[in-house]
């Protein structure tokens, strides 16, 4: 089983820049793949990107191709999403997830343990 604790979120203008990171408990970490995902109010949860269990590939929503990147450090059990170029469309609750999955998903069901998020806010 892993526990994700998500950081970083906040307050920030359009244009700024913000760094979640997702700490996970246990030793299997570098055996999931690792997914970003974000809600808005009313909105359905939506993918965000996600980085497979080594790095060696990444997957991106369009919305944020460019902008946003996942990396991860399996010595320190954490995965990053650097959010540049923020717009106010990207305020969200974002949540880190962990998958076991045969492949890099981009669905929410393929992800079976989830944190409880952090919220990013970006004004205009």
């Known amino acids: 089983q892993v526990q994700l604790v998500e950081s970083g979120g906040g307050l920030v203008q359009a244009g700024g820049s913000l760094r979640l990171s997702c700490v996970a408990s246990?030793?299997?970490?570098?055996?999931?793949?690792m997914g970003w995902f974000r809600q808005a109010p009313e909105k359905e949860r939506e993918f965000v990107a996600a980085?497979?269990?080594?790095?060696?590939?990444?997957a991106y929503a369009d919305s944020v191709k460019g902008r946003f990147a996942v990396s991860r450090d399996n010595a320190k059990n954490t995965v990053y999403l650097q959010m540049n170029s923020l717009k106010p469309e990207d305020t969200a609750f974002y949540y880190c997830?962990?998958?076991?999955?045969?492949?890099?998903?981009?669905?929410?069901?393929?992800?079976?343990?989830w944190g409880q998020g952090t919220q990013v806010t970006v004004s205009s």
């Open positions: 246990g030793r299997t970490f570098s055996s999931y793949d």
């Open positions: 980085i497979n269990w080594n790095g060696g590939s990444t």
């Open positions: 997830a962990a998958s076991r999955s045969s492949y890099l998903s981009r669905d929410s069901n393929a992800y079976a343990y």
